[in-house]
C-alpha cells in the first residue's frame, strides 16, 4: 500500500451539516486508524473548537485551522517540523495568513460602508443562536486567530466592492457553508496541504498519495491539490466543480458519504497490497 495521507474538511464532510456529528463515520475512521493513516483536519474552525473535537474522535494527528491559515503540530508529532524553536500549549503552529488584528484593523472601518455581521461583534448566545453550536463550541469558535467570519447583507455588488478592497489589502474572501471567511492572502486549505504533503514525505522518504474530502467552494483548492478528490454530497448545494487526477463524488451525505468513500478506497488500496 503507497503510504496515504487523508486530509479532511470537517462541517458537512466528517461532520454531519446539522448535528455536527461524525458517528456515521467511525468505521472508516477505526480502519484507518488500524492502518496508521493518519488523519489530518483542514477546516475554518478554530484552534480552540479543533481541540475538543480532537479529543472525541481519538484522533492525534496535525491539523490545518481557519481555512488554511495554519498548520498546528501537536508534540506527538515534532520530527515532522525539526527546525521548530518552541511549542504552544502543546503544538507548534506554522502560520500561512495574517493575524487576526490586522484583519480586524480593515474590517473595522468598512462597517460604515456596507451592511455585515462579524463574529467579533456576536454576544456568545447570537453566535449559538446563528451556528447551532453549543456554548462550549461557540466560546471557542470566538478564539479565532487568523480570520473573521461574517453574515453578509449587502447585495451582490456591493459584496463585489468589499472584496476588492479587501484585496487591496492582501486579505481575502472564501463563502463557507454557513459564513463569508475574511483571510489573509497567503491562508489556503490547499497550501496547507501542500506543505503538509511535503512535511510527511521529509520523514516517510516517500511522497504520501493525499486523498482530500470536502463538500463546498471552499473546498476545491484543497481537493484540487490531492490525488483523490472525494466531494461529499450535500443536501443544501450543489457539489463543487473539482479537477484532480481522480474524483469521486460520495452518494450520501456529510459522514455517511465520508464512511462510504474512505471504506472504497481502503478496500482498493489494501487489495492492491494484498496482489
Ligand atoms: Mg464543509
Known amino acids: 500500500?503507497?503510504?496515504?495521507?487523508?486530509?479532511?474538511?470537517?462541517?458537512?464532510?466528517?461532520?454531519?451539516?446539522?448535528?455536527?456529528?461524525?458517528?456515521?463515520?467511525?468505521?472508516?475512521?477505526k480502519r484507518a486508524a488500524a492502518?496508521?493513516?493518519?488523519?489530518?483536519?483542514?477546516?475554518?474552525?478554530?484552534?480552540?473548537?479543533?481541540?475538543?473535537?480532537?479529543?472525541?474522535?481519538?484522533?492525534?494527528?496535525?491539523?490545518?485551522?481557519?481555512?488554511?491559515?495554519?498548520i498546528c503540530i501537536p508534540e506527538q508529532h515534532l520530527h515532522l517540523?525539526?527546525?521548530?524553536?518552541?511549542?504552544?500549549?502543546?503544538?507548534?503552529?506554522?502560520?500561512?495568513?495574517?493575524?487576526?488584528?490586522?484583519?480586524?484593523?480593515?474590517?473595522?472601518?468598512?462597517?460604515?460602508?456596507?451592511?455585515?455581521?462579524?463574529?467579533?461583534?456576536?454576544?456568545?448566545?447570537?453566535?449559538i443562536s446563528h451556528t447551532g453550536l453549543s456554548p462550549g463550541d461557540a466560546a471557542d469558535a470566538l478564539e479565532r486567530r487568523y480570520s473573521e467570519a461574517l453574515l453578509w447583507h449587502d447585495s451582490?455588488?456591493?459584496?463585489?466592492?468589499?472584496?476588492?478592497?479587501?484585496?487591496?489589502?492582501?486579505?481575502?474572501?472564501?463563502?463557507?457553508?454557513?459564513?463569508?471567511?475574511?483571510l489573509g492572502k497567503g491562508a489556503d486549505k490547499g497550501r496547507a496541504l501542500e506543505r503538509l504533503r511535503q512535511l510527511y514525505r521529509s520523514v516517510l522518504g516517500e511522497t504520501p498519495l493525499v486523498i482530500a474530502l470536502g463538500d463546498s467552494d471552499n473546498d476545491i483548492a484543497m481537493l484540487e491539490t490531492a490525488d483523490v478528490?472525494?466531494?461529499?454530497?450535500?443536501?443544501?448545494?450543489?457539489?463543487?466543480?473539482?479537477?484532480?487526477?481522480?474524483?469521486i463524488y460520495s452518494r450520501a451525505t456529510g459522514p455517511e458519504g465520508w464512511n462510504e468513500v474512505i471504506q472504497q478506497l481502503l478496500d482498493r488500496f489494501q487489495a492492491d497490497e494484498k496482489r
Open 81 to 127: 517540523y525539526p527546525e521548530h524553536d518552541e511549542t504552544e500549549e502543546g503544538f507548534i503552529e506554522l502560520p500561512l495568513g495574517t493575524p487576526i488584528t490586522e484583519i480586524r484593523a480593515v474590517l473595522d472601518p468598512l462597517h460604515a460602508q456596507f451592511r455585515f455581521e462579524t463574529f467579533a461583534q456576536w454576544s456568545i448566545d447570537q453566535v
Open 35 to 70: 492502518a496508521s493513516i493518519p488523519v489530518i483536519p483542514n477546516t475554518s474552525k478554530t484552534r480552540a473548537e479543533l481541540l475538543g473535537l480532537r479529543e472525541r474522535l481519538g484522533n492525534a494527528d496535525p491539523f490545518v485551522i481557519e481555512n488554511g491559515s495554519a
Open 1 to 29: 500500500m503507497p503510504a496515504l495521507l487523508i486530509v479532511t474538511d470537517l462541517d458537512g464532510t466528517l461532520l454531519d451539516h446539522d448535528s455536527y456529528s461524525f458517528d456515521a463515520a467511525l468505521p472508516a475512521l
Open 229 to 247: 478528490a472525494v466531494v461529499i454530497a450535500n443536501a443544501h448545494r450543489r457539489a463543487p466543480q473539482v479537477n484532480a487526477p481522480e474524483v
Open 156 to 182: 451582490e455588488a456591493a459584496r463585489r466592492a468589499f472584496v476588492d478592497i479587501l484585496s487591496s489589502h492582501h486579505l481575502h474572501a472564501l463563502q463557507g457553508g454557513r459564513f463569508l471567511s475574511v
